[in-house]
C-alpha cells in the first residue's frame, strides 16, 4: 500500500500536477496554490502620471479576490473581495488609486518619486486556485528646460559677427547638443556634464539668429530656444551715440569746472588782468597856474 502511494506522488511531480496547500488569513479557506513562482513586470512612470501596475491574470480566471500590497510585510494598500473594494488602507495612497476587479490592475495617479518599489499583487480565482505577480515601478522626473545665457554678442567686421553662449540644466546624465538657423560657417561647442558652450562664427550677418539648446537623456528630450537680433547697423549707430554722448558729456563737465573755478578765483583773476595792463596814466594838470596867465597867453 505504501509503495502505491510513493508511486501516485511521483507521478503526480513528474507530470506538474501538484499543488500545496495554505490556509487564508482572510478567509479561513482552504486555498490551493500553484506550483509556478508569479511573474515579475517592469514599468516606469514620470512624477505626476498616471500609471497601470498590471496583474498579469490568466484569462481563463474569474477573481473572486485582490490583494495588493508593499514591502516585505505584505502591508495592504488596496483590496477587493465580494464585500467590497478598499483603495483607501494608507494615506500616502488616499485618493490616488483605482482597482479593475475583472482584470486585478491597479491604477496610480499623480505619481511620486517614493512610490518607486515592488508592489504585490495576489490574486485568487473562483477555483480558490492562488497566485502572487510582483510590479516593479521605476519612477522618473521629466527633463527640466535648460537655461541659455548670451555671453557676448559682437561684430567682428563689417561682413561677419561672432556669438558665445552658455546653455546649463540641473539634470543629470544628459548630453547637450545645439541647433543654429541660419547655419554658422564655423560653430564650436565644449560641453561638460551640466553645461555647454557654444561659439559661432557667421560670415554674413543676418537680422536674426535662431538659438537652440538641447538636452537629451535616453528616450527624452527637453529643449530651450534664444533669438538673438544682431543687425550690425544698428550696432554701429548705437556705438556712434555712445561715442557723442561720452564726448558731450565730458565737454559739458569741463564748462562747468571752468564755470566754478572763473567764480572762485575772480578776485585773483582780476589783479592779474590789471597786472598785465598795467597803471593808467591821466593828463597832468597844474593847479598853481593862475587863470589870468592862461588866458594872456592866449
Not at 32 to 47: D, F, I, N, P, R
Not at 226 to 251: E, H, N
Not at 269 to 276: A, K, N, P, S, V
Amino acid at each position: 500500500m505504501r509503495f502505491i502511494v510513493l508511486f501516485l506522488l511521483f507521478q503526480a511531480l513528474r507530470s506538474g500536477f501538484w499543488l500545496k496547500e495554505q490556509r487564508s488569513s482572510c478567509f479561513g479557506l482552504r486555498v490551493k496554490v500553484l506550483g509556478e513562482t508569479g511573474v515579475t513586470t517592469k514599468v516606469e512612470g514620470y512624477v505626476g502620471d498616471t500609471i497601470i501596475l498590471p496583474a498579469k491574470v490568466f484569462k481563463t480566471w474569474t477573481l473572486s479576490r485582490i490583494d495588493w500590497s508593499i514591502l516585505s510585510n505584505y502591508t495592504w494598500i488596496a483590496t477587493w473581495h465580494p464585500g467590497g473594494i478598499n483603495t483607501d488602507r494608507r494615506p500616502e495612497y488616499k485618493g490616488r488609486l483605482s482597482l479593475n476587479i475583472s482584470t486585478g490592475d491597479l491604477t496610480m495617479r499623480d505619481l511620486r518619486l517614493r512610490d518607486a518599489m515592488t508592489y504585490n499583487v495576489d490574486l485568487l480565482n473562483a477555483s480558490n486556485y492562488n497566485i502572487v505577480n510582483r510590479v516593479q515601478l521605476v519612477v522618473k522626473e521629466r527633463l527640466k528646460k535648460p537655461t541659455i545665457q548670451l555671453y557676448q554678442n559682437f561684430a567682428k567686421s563689417e561682413s561677419g559677427c561672432v556669438l558665445v553662449l552658455n546653455c546649463s540644466s540641473p539634470d543629470t546624465g544628459i548630453n547637450f547638443s545645439w541647433e543654429v538657423e541660419p547655419s554658422c560657417h564655423h560653430c564650436s561647442n565644449n560641453s561638460s556634464s551640466d553645461t555647454s558652450e557654444l561659439i559661432a562664427f557667421f560670415l554674413t550677418t543676418p537680422d536674426t539668429v535662431n538659438l537652440t539648446c538641447i538636452v537629451k537623456r535616453e528616450l527624452e528630450n527637453a529643449s530651450s530656444i534664444l533669438i538673438s537680433k544682431i543687425k550690425v547697423p544698428t550696432f554701429r549707430r548705437q556705438q556712434d551715440c555712445g561715442y557723442m554722448f561720452a564726448w558731450g558729456f565730458f565737454t559739458t563737465l569741463l564748462i562747468v569746472i571752468g564755470v566754478i573755478l572763473l567764480f572762485h578765483f575772480r578776485g585773483k583773476i582780476t589783479e592779474m588782468f590789471q597786472q598785465f595792463r598795467g597803471p593808467v596814466i591821466l593828463p597832468a594838470t597844474d593847479s598853481n597856474v593862475p587863470a589870468e596867465s592862461v588866458t594872456s597867453q592866449k
